[in-house]
């Protein structure tokens, strides 16, 4: 094989176990934040920690702190992924990139199947304890926007991580995207809208179905598809 043929062949990165281990730590959690009570307790703290304590209404913290959480929670919002979500299968498709396009959308079509069967077949309700900061429809367990986000955001971090050889670049790509599924999940508790444990929960089903996507299905890089 020439050194040209050698550059286009897919490279196939070991997938570590440690990512899976801990997406299943979180996702045990998140369940025992469910069903039992002692943990869901400690979701209740949580909850009420991030409010006045005179006056649940009113969130904890300085006004830039809450406004900048609104900003980080649109982050997993769903215009917000579906255009990043279209942009993302147009440049892999107009990079000839087409198996990673096929890869990253089937990626989230199977979250959005999982977070709504979860959500459907558990039917948790949301916090009633204070007011919700944002328009909600949907039930709690888990939350689809964290798991949506997270799923998106690190699929979209290992296509751009894919993209080179320079290992300090993916690393810091995986690691924006972490720190975006941190913050989304984090806002949708401020905002009163899911209970700690369903944020928990969905940073651990993402985490594990990327895991899975990644040492399954991944179809390599760099070279026409």
Not at 76 to 88: A, H, R
Not at 117 to 137: A, D, S
């Amino acid at each position: 094989m020439n050194s040209n043929a050698s550059a286009l062949a897919p490279r196939r990165a070991t997938t570590p176990w440690w990512p899976l281990v801990i997406a299943c730590l979180l996702i045990l959690i998140g369940f025992a934040g469910l069903l039992l009570p002692s943990v869901h307790a400690l979701d209740i703290r949580t909850l009420l920690a991030m409010r006045h304590p005179a006056d649940p209404s009113q969130l904890l913290g300085p006004r830039w702190l809450q406004e900048g959480l609104r900003d980080f929670m649109g982050l997993g919002g769903i215009g917000v992924l579906v255009l990043f979500i279209g942009t993302g299968i147009v440049l892999l498709w107009l990079a000839e990139r087409r198996r990673d396009a096929g890869w990253f959308l089937g990626g989230v079509i199977g979250a959005f199947i999982i977070a709504s069967v979860l959500k459907h077949v558990i039917g948790r309700p949301r916090p009633e304890l204070i007011p919700h900061e944002t328009y909600v429809f949907t039930a709690s367990f888990p939350s689809g926007n964290t798991l949506m986000a997270t799923v998106v955001w690190l699929l979209l971090a290992l296509v751009l991580a894919d993209a080179t050889r320079r290992r300090l670049l993916r690393e810091f790509a995986v690691l924006v995207a972490l720190v975006i599924a941190l913050l989304v999940g984090v806002s949708r508790v401020y905002m009163g809208v899911h209970w700690p444990s369903d944020v928990i929960e969905a940073w651990g089903l993402a985490m594990a179905w990327v895991w899975l996507l990644r040492r399954f299905w991944h179809a390599g890089v760099n070279g026409p598809r």
